[in-house]
């Protein structure tokens, strides 16, 4: 199941929906050209500067980072270029351009993201992850890493709350025999440079989507590791079950990579989009785009008061506290 090779570059819808089939990601050549890439990647660069000079720059990849804790939480202070991050991460793309809100739209994410999941999807992140000289391995993982395992009736189970990013050897080592789990989150690599593996790019296990295993989080030299290597303007789409991670940037040059990743909308997304969208963009937004950001109702999830409501509204009226007349 798992290979030592990938698909190539294709322009063909059809022949990218079998390679995220079998190989658990696709590659489209050309799928960001002319001013829209140079939009793009202007804008990328613009606003990573900007972030950079006003100190809101998130910095991971670092050799030497240290992960601080305060409180029994990781502090936010460990991903700063000051505490030996590298890799730029920026967020909540929605809010930064609209070339970023079109790639949220894209016909090639409606049909190819479609295909894992369904019509109906919402965005779970939209960031850039800059991936610079000296930055190190991120590690393998999956996107659905929060996704219970199947289980034998009666057998005690690994609380869905206390899922962990690390990986129980449930997870890790699971009893095939029960089936795999489906994708419920699929993720799109816009290319905004070349990707070669000098530079970091995405490292990947070929067919890992259909192993049923998460990888292990201490020792992946065992693992045939491919990296994703395209031009500037390819789209990479991959299955949330995919092995995947941010390659070291062993070379002399910044790798430009935006994610826009969905779930299927019965779960969270990881950023909270519909209250961090900028209420300024609410008029310009299009109903698909506000179904994608997740203010679509799902067969009566996410609604606030009716079940009938379609797309909710960013002011909603809310029903508060009520007395009834007196008679
Ligand atoms: O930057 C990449 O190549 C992949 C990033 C990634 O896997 C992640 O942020 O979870």
């Not at 960001?32 to 950079?52: H, M, N, W």
């Not at 789409?237 to 940037?249: E, K």
């Not at 909270?272 to 299009?286: A, F, H, K, M, Y």
Request: aromatic share 8%.
């Amino acid at each position: 199941m798992i290979l030592d090779y990938g698909p190539g570059p294709t322009a063909d819808t059809e022949q990218a929906k079998i390679d995220l089939r079998k190989f658990g990601f696709c590659l489209i050549k050309d799928a960001i050209t002319g001013e829209f890439f140079t939009e793009s990647k202007a804008r990328l660069l613009e606003q990573a500067t900007a972030e950079e000079e006003m100190g809101l720059s998130f910095r991971d990849g670092g050799p030497d980072q240290e992960i601080k804790m305060k409180d029994d939480r990781i502090d936010q202070s460990s991903f700063s270029k000051g505490n030996g991050g590298v890799n730029q991460r920026l967020w909540m793309l929605a809010n930064k351009g609209k070339c970023f809100r079109d790639m949220i739209v894209h016909p090639l994410v409606d049909e190819l993201v479609g295909h894992i999941l369904g019509q109906e999807f919402i965005l779970s992140t939209h960031s850039a992850n800059i991936a610079k000289p000296g930055g190190v391995r991120m590690g393998l993982h999956t996107d659905q890493w929060w996704m219970p395992q199947p289980i034998k009736p009666q057998e005690d189970y690994l609380r869905p709350s206390e899922i962990k990013r690390s990986a129980a050897s449930s997870f890790v080592e699971p009893d095939k025999t029960l089936g795999i789990s489906p994708p419920v989150v699929a993720n799109c690599m816009w290319m905004l440079s070349d990707f070669s593996k000098s530079n970091g790019a995405t490292e990947l296990v070929a067919g890992s989507h259909l192993s049923g295993a998460h990888p292990n989080q201490q020792d992946q030299t065992i693992y045939p590791i491919l990296n994703a290597e395209a031009k500037a303007g390819t789209l990479m789409v991959f299955d949330g079950r995919l092995w995947h991670g941010t390659g070291a940037n062993t070379g002399n040059s910044d790798r430009l990579g935006v994610l826009t990743t969905f779930c299927s909308p019965q779960f969270r997304q990881q950023e909270n989009q519909t209250l961090g969208l900028d209420r300024d963009l609410w008029e310009s937004c299009s109903e698909k785009l506000k179904s994608r950001l997740g203010f679509k109702v799902w067969n009566a999830y996410g609604r606030i008061e009716s079940s009938m409501d379609h797309i909710i509204d960013i002011e909603p009226n809310r029903i508060k506290e009520l007395k009834p007349n007196k008679k």
